[in-house]
């Protein structure tokens, strides 16, 4: 069993936190949208309040007394050095070193996030650390924002309203949108995560906008959003195409390299190549593949080591297929 110290790390409070009732996969489409749409850094709380070093960790209790909060992040001319939580404090009250300075008894090993990471980074991180809260960095490494579940969960509710209002309006409109084909391409970069979601998100609005059913738009979405994910991770970069024709959803991702050698594996569900960094950031689960299977109607996939990887996807617009989601 971790001990006390080992479980205090980051804030967490005392009784574990439940998981935001949602994920990266099959929530409603809208929710999707959203969570690859919005950026930490348009959710997380920019007024942050924070302790030095120097301070006594009795001065920091005050402060988390004073702003009720239950975690305070130690703090170097905007560099983070680590953090207190109300575990530390209360292990300090009971070893007598609450007069002790807060860099002496902060955690340290401090698990951050970065302001220009999708909002779907931070409800990975929270559902599988389930810590009270993330600091957030910027590109200089500063701090410049605190993110909870409860940041994540107010936002949402306020953009799925706005959401709810624009689909009001764009169903008062008469007609329908017209039923011809549309092609789109997308780059891909390897390890861009600030752009990982713009092609799904982008697609999902060209569906949207034609009136296809939610679950066909749902189960384009999570291969869209796989594959371009993929290619950030796993390859040298590439691109995903969309042809949205009147009778189905073409998805091809192509990438430049460094090639697949043993595809049979790559399509079992859990097995991934992925780095600890790149699972630490909540990827490299090793279901891409196999999730962009599930969902396709049709599925093609070519690989040559040193050269790349071509995938093709299919979804028919009456597809008699289950729901992704159910």
Not at 1 to 7: H, W
Not at 205 to 227: F, G, H, M, Q, T
Request: hydrophobic share 40%.
């Amino acid at each position: 069993m971790d001990s006390p110290l080992a479980q205090s790390i980051q804030g967490m409070e005392s009784k574990p936190l439940d998981d935001i009732p949602i994920n990266t996969v099959d929530s409603p489409s809208v929710v999707l949208e959203l969570i690859y749409q919005l950026k930490i850094k348009d959710v997380m709380t920019t007024a942050v309040v924070t302790a030095n070093k120097t301070d006594t960790m009795r001065h920091v209790q005050a402060l988390m007394r004073e702003n009720y909060i239950t975690g305070l992040p130690v703090t170097d001319d905007r560099q983070l050095l680590g953090i207190v939580s109300i575990e530390d404090i209360i292990m300090a009250l009971d070893q007598g070193c609450i007069e002790c300075a807060a860099g002496e008894r902060m955690t340290q090993n401090v698990i951050v996030l970065e302001d220009d990471m999708p909002l779907s980074f931070a409800i990975s991180y929270l559902n599988k650390y389930r810590y009270g809260r993330f600091p957030v960095l910027n590109k200089k490494k500063e701090l410049v924002g605190i993110l909870t579940s409860k940041d994540v969960i107010n936002t949402l509710l306020v953009e799925m309203n706005r959401e709810v209002l624009r689909l009001e309006k764009l169903h008062q409109k008469e007609g329908k949108a017209p039923d011809h084909y549309s092609e789109m391409e997308f780059t891909t970069v390897k390890f861009d995560f600030e752009l990982a979601g713009r092609a799904s998100t982008e697609i999902k609005k060209a569906l949207k906008n034609r009136s296809i059913d939610p679950k066909i738009i749902r189960r384009v979405a999570i291969a869209s959003y796989e594959l371009e994910i993929n290619q950030v991770v796993h390859s040298l970069g590439g691109t995903i195409s969309c042809s949205i024709q009147p009778d189905k959803v073409v998805i091809v991702a192509a990438d430049i390299g460094p090639g697949i050698p043993d595809l049979n594996l790559a399509l079992q569900e859990g097995w991934s190549t992925a780095n600890e960094w790149i699972r630490s950031l909540g990827f490299g689960a090793g279901m891409g593949l196999a999730n962009t299977k599930r969902v396709s109607d049709e599925f093609f996939i070519e690989s040559n080591v040193g050269t790349g990887t071509t995938v093709r996807s299919v979804v028919f617009i009456n597809s008699p297929k289950e729901d992704a989601g159910a």
